[in-house]
């Protein structure tokens, strides 16, 4: 099968501390983790570290860190004949705060004004694709030229640009602030809050819905039996990334003829098991730790 990711494109520098910094003061940290970061960049990299046959679509800038993103991907075999390295466009950077103790990241993210957009057409067919809303038009052109293909969107932020692509895919897979914003509902962490929630985007998209909850799990429909499928309890080092992680898995699972409930099982695992290192691409499980731990979820 082939995969195809579209989105944003980033640099992530990760300094682990103990305790988050104060104000106007200093402190001094072990050494700092580097890589590639983005929804669609992240998932892409975990399917092709899963042994799939991936596309990356999106750009960054023709700088050193632009250059960096080109050869971790290709360090995991990822065809970035799609991946735009623009002159004078600074790739974005993100600087991260991973507090060990707590598992919570502070990201401060610089990102210029003007953003380009992808224009090299890609009329190519795939079988599978991901896409975040970050690449609109071209998202939307692939998805309208590939309407037999398994897709996904990762609805991270309620944006117009990813709200737009919502009624295109087969699995509207949303964060609960996506699920939150765009709905305007109440959410009290009741089920009936949920229900109502998740309603509104399926009455709206018309497509299957995954509400993603964090350490708590995720939200969806099964055979007309609402289910709130749990994750695993791991004590986090870092959540950097963990989301992007549990979308690339999922759409591995659900290409590779999974139910939704084991997918969405599977997509929980995955996401948890990458809290435990520091760095959103060097948190990602590989696929045979992934299912050697199944049996955590099947005691759940």
Same mark, same amino acid.
């Given at each position: ?25 200093k ?15 992240? %998932? =892409?990299?975990l399917? #092709? ?10 750009? %960054?800038g ?11 991907f290709n ?16 790739t ?8 060990? $103790? ?11 004004n003007?953003v ?25 052109r ?6 037999? %293909? ?11 640009? $990813? ?55 995720c939200? $969806?429909?099964?055979?007309?039996e ?9 004590? %986090?080092?870092?959540?950097?990334? #963990? ?5 690339? #898995?999922? $759409? ?27 760095? =959103? ?7 045979? #730790?992934?299912?050697e731990r199944r ?6």
């Amino acid at each position: 099968m082939k995969y195809l990711t579209i989105g944003h494109a980033s640099y992530d520098i990760t300094f682990r501390v103990d305790k988050y910094p104060i104000e106007n003061t200093k402190q001094r940290v072990g050494k700092h983790i580097d890589c590639g970061g983005g929804p669609a960049s992240n %998932a =892409g990299y975990l399917l #092709a570290l899963w042994g799939c046959d991936v596309s990356f679509q999106g750009v %960054a800038g023709n700088d050193y860190y632009g250059e960096m993103i080109k050869a971790e991907f290709n360090s995991v075999n990822v065809d970035t004949t799609y991946l735009e390295l623009i002159d004078n466009f600074e790739t974005d950077l993100s600087i991260i705060i991973a507090n060990s $103790t707590n598992a919570s990241r502070t990201i401060i993210t610089s990102k210029d004004n003007i953003v380009p957009k992808c224009s090299m057409p890609n009329d190519n067919k795939y079988d599978v694709i991901l896409v975040d809303g970050e690449e609109e038009e071209m998202s939307k052109r692939v998805l309208l030229n590939n309407k037999s %293909a398994i897709k996904v969107i990762d609805a991270g932020t309620c944006k117009p640009s $990813t709200v737009s692509l919502c009624p295109y895919v087969d699995y509207l897979v949303c964060s609960k602030n996506f699920a939150l914003d765009y709905t305007k509902l109440e959410y009290d962490g009741s089920i009936d809050s949920l229900i109502k929630i998740y309603n509104k985007l399926v009455s709206d998209f018309h497509n299957t819905v995954v509400i993603t909850l964090e350490d708590k799990g995720c939200f $969806t429909k099964i055979d007309d039996e609402y289910k709130l499928i749990p994750s695993i309890k791991v004590k %986090a080092v870092d959540t950097t990334g #963990a989301g992007d992680i549990f979308h690339g #898995a999922f $759409t591995y699972f659900i290409s590779h003829n999974y139910s939704l409930l084991d997918t969405c099982r599977l997509s929980n695992l995955t996401g948890a098991l990458s809290t435990l290192k520091v760095g =959103g691409r060097y948190s990602v499980p590989k696929l045979d #730790a992934v299912l050697e731990r199944r049996n955590l979820i099947d005691i759940i």
